[in-house]
């Protein structure tokens, strides 16, 4: 009997520890994600903050939020070492795994409360401290006595490190943030001008100073350096779109991070994802993530009735 009711117990233990954790994924991928930039990597961190939590009393665990906030964070912060060589390396821009829904879908996008692609850039210009402190606290609204608590370190330095990593965001973030129906619009309409080769079309919608950014890490076809100026980075866009007779090249309308964005897909496969930046004197950036390790956990979504699906460029 003791031993049935020993199983028991640890059977509800387990069952408690679990609901404890799901009930706090969404900011735990929120955090991991923030802090390393990929999706792919979020989902390993959470899986070893889960092997260490199911080892834990939760019983004695005051403040769970907290307590896997703290876990998750420094399991990222040891991620991020080994991520900070790798991209010393990188070939070309580096850009951030991208989480693609359809549009209006939820889905993957509300575990990371639809962080912008160009927010993760402007995360990845902080130092993996100064990124902790600014999502924990800005983000996610832990105090700084908190999150001292969490790095091992004074409230004081860890305000002056929150200070220091918000004004460099703020330094930083886009001056105009479009509202979702005009991003829709004008990703719609830039998409239109893609597929027909209207390159003059193309050129009225992108601001005469647009930089796109293209990331292939050395494994597809991208530009190495980013490309300023509407001219150039409208026969770049066509260039990648005409490569080749590509009969089942298809580009399909899709949320990036919450945000409209397209997705090119070559065979049924994820190809490329293109986001737009936008202000009033047009599109003024577009990040195109091509990496293949990238594209892994992009689904394909059915092809969409009518002539937003795009096909037969060549």
């Not at 408690?16 to 990597?41: N, W």
């Not at 399991?75 to 070939?91: D, I």
């Not at 908190?146 to 330095?157: F, W, Y």
Request: hydrophobic share 45%.
């Amino acid at each position: 009997m003791t031993d049935a009711s020993d199983a028991t117990t640890a059977t509800a233990a387990t069952d408690e520890a679990l609901l404890l954790f799901q009930q706090h994924r969404p900011v735990l991928f929120g955090i991991a994600y923030r802090m390393l930039g990929s999706a792919a990597d979020a989902e390993d961190i959470l899986q070893d903050a889960w092997l260490s939590w199911s080892r834990v009393d939760t019983a004695g665990v005051a403040e769970p939020r907290a307590y896997l906030a703290r876990t998750v964070t420094n399991l990222s912060l040891n991620r991020l070492k080994s991520a900070t060589v790798q991209r010393e390396s990188y070939v070309g821009p580096w850009l951030p795994e991208p989480l693609v829904t359809g549009p209006d879908a939820s889905g993957g996008v509300e575990r990371a409360e639809a962080v912008s692609m160009a927010m993760l850039v402007v995360l990845e210009s902080l130092s993996p401290l100064e990124r902790a402190v600014f999502v924990l606290k800005e983000v996610f609204g832990f105090p700084y006595a908190e999150i001292a608590g969490m790095l091992d370190r004074t409230e004081v330095s860890v305000r002056q490190v929150g200070t220091r990593a918000r004004s460099h965001v703020q330094a930083r973030r886009p001056r105009y943030e479009a509202p979702a129906e005009v991003r829709r619009r004008a990703t719609d309409e830039f998409l239109s001008a893609c597929m027909g080769g209207d390159l003059n079309r193309m050129m009225e919608l992108l601001a005469p100073d647009v930089t796109v950014w293209s990331d292939g890490g050395g494994k597809i076809r991208a530009a190495l350096r980013p490309i300023v100026g509407a001219d150039k980075a409208a026969r770049w866009i066509l260039g990648v779109l005409t490569v080749r007779p590509r009969p089942d090249l298809a580009v399909h309308p899709v949320d990036v991070n919450g945000q409209p964005g397209l997705l090119l897909t070559s065979a049924g496969v994820a190809d490329s994802v293109f986001v737009l930046e936008l202000d009033e004197t047009g599109i003024t950036g577009i990040q195109v993530v091509r990496n293949p390790d990238k594209m892994r956990n992009v689904s394909v979504p059915k092809p969409p009735e009518g002539p937003a699906a795009g096909s037969g460029t060549s």
